[in-house]
């Protein structure tokens, strides 16, 4: 079992940046690939960015490519979100999952374990 805890999310204006962390519990995390997702009000839920367990792999969206880096710490259980550049269209609740799985994995369909969200706004 792993629970996901996400933090970070916040009031930002557009250009400005957020640093979103994933912890986890769990003493397996380090053999999950870890994905963050949003999602919009009206809007189905998207990926934005998957890290595999030994950070060796990445996968970005095309609407994020660039200006957001996603990382981890195994040692400290924790995957961040490194978002730059934000526009209003960044504004959404962000959510990390996280499934044991050597694949990085970018359907939301594919993860087991979810974390509770953060929100993240970005003002015009």
């Known amino acids: 079992q792993v629970q996901l805890v996400e933090s970070g999310g916040g009031l930002v204006q557009a250009g400005g940046s957020l640093r979103l962390s994933c912890a986890a519990s769990?003493?397996?995390?380090?053999?999950?690939?870890v994905g963050w997702f949003r999602q919009a009000p009206g809007k189905e839920r998207e990926f934005v960015a998957a890290?595999?367990?030994?950070?060796?792999?990445?996968r970005y969206a095309d609407s994020v490519q660039g200006r957001f880096i996603i990382s981890r710490d195994n040692a400290e259980n924790t995957v961040y979100l490194q978002m730059n550049s934000l526009k209003p269209e960044d504004t959404a609740a962000y959510y990390c999952?996280?499934?044991?799985?050597?694949?990085?994995?970018?359907?939301?369909?594919?993860?087991?374990?979810w974390g509770q969200g953060t929100q993240v706004t970005v003002s015009s």
């Open positions: 890290i595999s367990w030994s950070s060796s792999r990445f």
């Open positions: 999952a996280g499934k044991r799985d050597p694949l990085l994995l970018t359907s939301n369909t594919e993860y087991n374990y």
């Open positions: 769990g003493r397996t995390f380090s053999t999950y690939t």
